[in-house]
């Protein structure tokens, strides 16, 4: 169901803001949706007759409602909330699973995403005036951040498919932002500030618009500047510390990265053994469980064949490097938008319109400085100007173990060791080179469209509506921080630049130049599309009293094509520091015909409305080809108070250029090996025989650090072009009353079910799932589930880095969604006033909630194994899920001044791992439910001056700061959002939860 305020409402009420949804504008209306290719806003003479474009379908029609169900969001919702961006909105929706935002550095892109029901941001489709927009990257995705939000009407949200309406990639349904027509000039600007006098936020916008060639043609040309400053991790004391530390059976402590600044040096298969460290605090370093003391300066001590550096604890002792404070808390941000669009009579009913929008965003992501990992070659000679004689002798110790082992191998018929040679010997290496500063990756992306169009009369009952449209986005990305790998080996092994990298800051200047390498890539994403349309009634036919009998048919044309476009070194792997990457290229394009029809019947007071639509899609891609989508609906009102409605719908997605042509790059996912779980191997019985023929010696078997010493694993991701679409069914029933006993009251009820089949995923949805799917569940190494993990450990029973497991796409899950979206709306008029003489202020009070029955996830869909994600997060299921989520508000218009309160709240959520009890580990099982209360005040000068100002989350909730004691562990947990190895990042989930706390924001608009 579709509900709009009208004017008057708008008017006497201003704003139902958080609300999204009104009385249903059901007769005469005086602001109406658009007309086949107009501008939302624009005024129609006599609205009672006048057709309308709903979004969802393409039939013009009189009566707003659709089977359908549509939440709306007027743009008051986005003055009265100090939102710039567009996501701050969005992600508050019931509907919406936060997707990247501001907060998200690692993993984050800069950019703004929309993720329906969590179905996934590939699957929501984004139109702007019923239209595609521009995406961003190889996988096809639309930064919402792109659309002008200072120009916004209203947002439309329709959940379950909308492809027979739209196309493919509407799986999870389309969200629809209409920009109005402006009339006159408008001039505004923004300024937030946190309650901590940081992250600084600033605004200006300004538009022009009006009619021209004496009425004929209408034009609105537009211009933004937004700038956003950072936050660091180290800003907050609540994300100051990266802790974590429960999977491996310790208590939750300051977890960090098991690269420290220092080094940690092993011979390959061995394992640092306690370190030097005076746990205890007594000066004694000798006591039980203690090493004994070093020398300063020793670097490296021999013990059985152990290599470590002094004063370095391992991660499970909770004394690792702490990379959180250099990271970002808010990304940067700087972007440009200009644009317009116009209209133009040229004759005989005949309009041509066109559409033009230019943005220039620049974002950076900031992490720690590059970790470096991995065995290397050391030539003995090269290092031991670094090093003491002690250990240069350790050193030449192990060298002849290696040349005998190396000889006894050879004896044997087997293959030399790589480091045969006398003189050269191979460490594990883990070091964090601080030295060379922080790694900074910086995104220029410039994105334009352009549209043009033409539309008018075929005869009485007939219009046509025919567009063209091409987006492209280019991404100009660059890397500072990097290390090469090929140089920092040449610095050890003797054929380059000596690096000393045997205790904290021993590299030089002239060391870091040469082991230094800057890094960009770049990519180009493109769209081209051809809509044709006819549309109208099938003369005066008409059932009843009802208006005719109305339809639409028409053909489309798209084609998407994106390059990836890394230098050589990355395109090689030699960079360390961020992910290395292949190139991608690859298009397709696709050719469509559609038709929906649309019955209405009206009989007195009772009305019944049917509505059908289907699209034949025919695709480029082999493992596609022809594909069908349809759905049909219902509509009926017994009486004007109660509306029932009911809808059923075949969605298709088609695979994107990345799933299909994505080139194989290397990611480094929070994950935990069951190998390494002694509770894992406890809890599968099987398990541990399977970990052996992966290579881990039987007595590391659940070692936890020994297997896996850091909690990020790498592995490689790639395309596979054998992929084919996706194709999901959904329904959804639902009732709209509206009681003639309660003026001004409307509540709404939709169920929705969406099932998702041949789901494209990584078998197991993840690493880790898909890790637990070979050794929890099929345990068999010949499966295909577990080939990825044949042949890529290294004598520890580690997952080496130069050989990591390889992930790729396949149609093999399925995805399924299902709840009640409930929403009510009242206003009423308060008999008393402060500011007008009318003794009478306006009352409106709405709720938009979501009760989230079920959203499981089947990894291989001929397993019995599901992940259920309502009311979880976690590892599998990422950003938490809630079983309900609402935002409310209340208004209070008196006369000028509009005061406005919302609440935001998200549901309680356990964590989704049944492998791990995260609260015997001082961790947290449950985030307890979370509320959030802003509040706002407008001012109206004048009709042409307006000042709003506001503050979000009043109360400063935000995740609580840890304390710890003398050996790393949380000694004390103020609150629930303080997560450990369950995150998402900087300990909590960003994208859910407030990271910033009070926030203050104060705008102007001016209208002349």
Known sequence: MSYRFTKASLLTGTIMAGAMIASPALAQVDDVPNEPGTQPGAQVEDTAAAPIIVTGSRIARRNVDTAAPVAVVQDEEFKLSGTVNVENVINTLPQVVPGFTSNSNNPGTGTATLNLRGLGEERSLVLVNGRRWMFYDTNQVVDLNTIPQFLLESVDVVTGGASAVYGSDALAGVVNFRLKDVDGLEIGGQYSITGR??????????????????????????????????????????SFFAIGGESFGVDLQQFGSGTPPEGRFNAPGTTPSAPAVDLNGDGDFNDPGEAPTLPLGAGLTLDDGVFFEQGILSPTNGYSYNYAPVNYLQIPQERYLIGGYADYDIGGGHTAYTEVSFVQNRVAQELAATPVTGTYNIDIDTVSQFLDQSVIDELNILDQREAAASAERVANGLSALPTAELGVVRLDVNRRTLETGGRNSLDERNAFRVLGGIRGPINDYLSYDAYYLFARTRNANVQAGNISRSAFQAGLDGTGTPINIFGPGALTQDQVDAISIQAQNGDISSLQNFVGTISGTFGDFAIGTAEPVGFALGGEYRKVASRFLPDTALASGDVIGFNAGSPTEGSYDVREIFAEVNVPVEFGSARLELTGAARYSDYSLEAVGGTWTYAGGVEFSPIPDVTLCGQYQRAVRAPNVEELFGGQSIGFPQATDPCASADFIAANAGAAALCQQTGVPVGSIGGGTAVQPNAQIPALFGGNPDLQEEVSTSWTAGVVLQPAFLPGFTLTADYFNIEVRDFISIAGGSLQGLFNLCFGEVQDLSASVCQPFVGIRNGDGQINVENPPLVAGVNVATYEVSGIDLQMAYSTALPFSLFTDTGEQDFNFSVLGTWNENNSFRPVAELDTVIECAGKFGIECGDPVPEFK???????????????????????????????????????????????????????????ATFTVGVNNIFDTLPGTPTF????VVSNRPNSLLLGDNQGQTNTYPSTYDVLGRDFFASVLFKF
């Open 197 to 238: 006098g940081d992250g600084a936020r600033y605004e200006v916008h300004a538009a022009v618009g009006g009619e021209f060639a004496d009425g004929r043609g209408n034009a609105t040309v537009f211009g933004e500047y937004y700038n956003r400053d950072e936050i660091f991790q180290g800003d907050r004391d609540f």
């Open 886 to 944: 609402w935002t409310a508000r209340a208004s209070f218009v008196d006369g000028p001044v509009t005061t406005s309160l919302r609440w935001r709240h998200v549901g309680s959520v356990t964590d989704d791992d049944d492998t791990v009890l995260y609260s015997d580990f001082n961790g947290v099982e449950e985030i307890d439910a979370y509320d959030l209360l802003d509040l706002s005040f407008s001012f109206a000068v004048n009709d042409a």
């Open 965 to 968: 004691d003398a050996d790393g």
